[in-house]
């Protein structure tokens, strides 16, 4: 049976920045369209995670018997006109811990924070076609959008990114 737990980081200790930085290289390795194209390096992994945390950024992770198998992120809009609003930012979960409902429970982790920070509406953008549209559009996220040629992959493709509402 698998120990599973939720929690936020408010700040990242080395143990947790080695582990963030191995779980970041392996979902770029795997395919993940999220900001990075393989190869990742450890520094330039070590150098994203140390930049992460800021006011308006909120960390969660989640913990497989105790080693860090998934994040999600909370970007609070601080701006005057978008105090009601979040953005969804860099779901992962690891390859060999997938199907776990460790995504699911992050992006729940995330949208009750939303909540108690008085945000009524939560955006996210993902690749066209990759399994993280089935999740969202299961969490009740509304598609508002496709732009076309958005990220370009690992092959060198330019790929579709599909953009997504929720009111919460």
Avoid at 61 to 74: E, F, H, K
Avoid at 111 to 137: F, H, I, Q, W
Wanted: with cysteine.
């Amino acid at each position: 049976m698998q120990n599973m737990t939720y929690q936020q980081l408010h700040a990242i200790n080395d143990f947790d920045l080695q582990e963030l930085s191995e779980l970041l290289i392996k979902v770029v390795e795997d395919g993940a369209s999220i900001g990075f194209l393989p190869p990742l390096s450890e520094q330039d992994a070590a150098q994203y995670w140390t930049t992460v945390l800021a006011r308006d950024v909120i960390l969660f992770v989640a913990r497989m018997n105790g080693r860090i198998a998934g994040t999600v992120q909370l970007h609070l809009c601080m701006k005057p006109n978008g105090t009601h609003r979040a953005e969804i930012a860099k779901l992962m979960t690891h390859p060999d811990c997938r199907r776990n409902g460790i995504g699911r429970q992050l992006m729940l982790a995330a949208e009750e924070r939303a909540k108690r920070e008085a945000r009524s509406l939560l955006v996210l953008d993902t690749r066209e076609g990759d399994p993280s549209n089935l999740l969202y559009t299961s969490l009740g996220y509304i598609q508002a959008g496709r732009i076309p040629g958005f990220a370009q992959s690992a092959n060198g493709e330019l790929d579709a990114t599909i953009l997504y509402y929720k009111k919460i």
